[in-house]
């Protein structure tokens, strides 16, 4: 069925600014001031900014050239196939799972506030309850987007943009004086800025909403670039103006401020009715969030088992409601473990590094279509090319690693998640293609190759030309578990179809 | 053919068991269990390598062991046909 064209430039700049205006600016900012950049946060969202500007270069040209339906999802598709377009939909599928759990523990945060400043007594209840919140807040929001809950129209993206207007003017009103934040120095020197500047990536991330609804979008080969501009022309200051505002008001001190950093800023600058106001802001934006997250993650699941990657199940409909209860609720599930966690710090470099693999493939799509498709339709040049998208890979895959030259545990834990589930994702997509035999002899001999590693080693170590890994563990033990790696290899390298 | 099938099931099981105890360990070292990383005395740079070895090394000896006890009730089943 063809999709109608009904959205002109307005409209698609409102999408753009709809989908990055959200509640990752009242909990990232946080973590990224009191640990990593202190006041030079704001030189590290200008960054962020910037950085996403230059991967949504690629974006623009794929998106106006690609205006159907599926959004990254397609193009890599186009560009490399199933197997890397299978791998990206899992990338992304696990970047709004994240995302999610975020805007749930995002949630509970704002709630404990909103409670404390009446109530002060109920805040250390609240703060322990957050888990059970969290998970309460994910299973009404999905049985309300299995019963088809509509979204808030474009006057929320007006009403925030209102708020976040009266906080800057207010806060520049109640005087700052720029040399009171300017000369500090980063916490964490320039590391730490680069550091920051990866953990407040998904503030930005919501823009990408206008490429995937490019299809309902006029003229998608001017209005997808102009719409991405404009509204990064828009958020980026808007964004930087709130940090430089909020670090204005609330001094970097040595401990961390229990309370949300954005909410202490409001309530500095316009007392207890801004706390108030950024609160209530802060659980709608979440609310919305959790409920877009919730869209986002099930389409793609539904998308990727109707390509025959992941069971046919998820493309299952509710009868009376015509929505895809099965993907939500199997998303929903992830999202609930992930909120009870409710480790803030972890869940942003998560959704972070999830959606920067996606740009990588997203700018390496562009350089292949190049040379694959060279005369196919592009109404939109990506400015500067082979530059441009070659450094759109080179900043996503460099803000993956530079939390690492910090030695940031948070960073290091979504890191090895990322990691662990990569493998997961592989082995996933080799036993539904590849079929059960041909992959047990694969697997048998690999784990014939580390058995047979494992004993080199072990020998080694016991000659005294290894220091080992784990000294108090004996020998004998990883001997033991080598032989049973090699005999388990052997079998199953030889097994029968 | 007797000796293989016994072979697979017990190789299976306990490969799983290994796999499952070692993926423990990995999250024991990672949480700090009973202060594990002070007792192990491993070497604060790398434990992060050491712990994603463990957990790809568990996750891919529990899919080993898997595939086998799989084989044995395979081999079940067909000597249940016959």
Known sequence: MKTKRELGLFNTVIMGLSGAIGFEIFVLLDYAYFHLAGSSIVSALLLAGLINLLIMFSYCELGAAMPEVGGEYTYIKTAYGGYIAFISGCFRWLASVFAAALAAVCFTQQLAYLFSLFVPEIESFMLAQMPLIAIAVVIVLATSEIKGAKKPGIFIVFAFIAIFAIFIASGLLRGLIPLEILPKQPLEGLPGVFAATVYMFPMFFGMRALIASAAFIKHPGKNVPKGILLSALLIIPLYASIAYVATGVIPLEETRPPAPFLNLAAKEIMGVAGGVLFAIAGMVASLSALGTSLTVQSSIARGMSRDGYLPKVLLSIHRRFGTPYVAIIAGSLFIMVLGAIGAVEFLGYAASFGSLLVFALVNLSLLKLRKKEPYMERPFKTPLYPFTPIAGVIMSVALLVFPMFLRDVNAASALVSGIGLTALVLITYYLRMMGRHRLQIAIGGVGLGIGVSFVLLTCLVEAGIMSPIFPNIPSYIMLFISVISIIAGILNATAHG | ?82
């Open chain 2, 1 to 82: 053919m007797r000796i293989r099938r016994t072979l697979t099931v017990i190789v299976g099981i306990m490969q799983s068991m290994i796999a499952v105890l070692i993926v423990i360990f990995a999250c024991g070292i990672y949480f700090n269990f009973f202060d594990i990383q002070t007792s192990l005395n491993a070497a604060v740079e790398s434990l992060y390598l050491h712990i994603l070895a463990l957990f790809v090394f568990g996750s891919f000896s529990i899919i080993s062991g898997l595939f086998l006890v799989h084989e044995w009730l395979e081999y079940d089943k067909r000597s249940c046909a016959c």
